[in-house]
């Protein structure tokens, strides 16, 4: 058991997907900061300077009574809230993600790329004779009977 187990996680696709999910766990903190840090600003700021993080609406206020300045504050309290902020977060975090993916995945198939197969031997040739089409290894023309050779 200990043999085949050791076959299968030697095996290329398991070592693929072991590295691949060792590289997205790296990536995505990164992919985090780039969208908390350098695309939600510019984009609260056009809005009105309006930090996404923090777009919530309270459904029951917690233990001290709302409003609350932000998530951490509601949740300190005890609200329950509906954080559509950070969801809107998360679904640009996909999207760049996603992107990443497609773009990678573009530029392998692209370094890939198969090479046309090679022209298939001809398969018939013509009697110099009759210029019937036979077979190439025949040696005699089904049609006029010469001899035309191997």
Do not use: W
């Not at 990164?30 to 923090?54: E, K, Q, R, T, Y």
């Not at 090679?118 to 013509?126: F, I, V």
């Amino acid at each position: 058991m200990l043999k085949e187990f050791k076959e299968f996680a030697m095996r290329g696709n398991v070592m693929d997907m072991a590295i691949g999910i060792i590289i997205g766990a790296a990536f995505g903190p990164i992919v985090a900061s780039l969208v908390g840090d350098v695309i939600m600003p510019p984009i609260g700021m056009l809005m009105g300077n309006v930090d996404f993080s923090n777009l919530f609406f309270v459904i029951k206020d917690g233990a001290q009574a709302g409003p609350y300045a932000s998530v951490a504050a509601a949740k300190a309290a005890g609200a329950v809230s509906i954080n559509y902020g950070l969801f809107i977060n998360t679904i640009i975090n996909f999207v760049i993600v996603a992107f990443a993916v497609f773009l990678m995945i573009k530029a392998m198939n692209k370094m890939k790329r198969e090479q046309p197969a090679p022209a298939a031997d001809p398969t018939t040739k013509e009697c110099p004779y009759c210029l019937s089409t036979i077979p190439i290894k025949a040696t005699k023309c089904g049609h006029c009977t010469s001899s035309v050779g191997a």
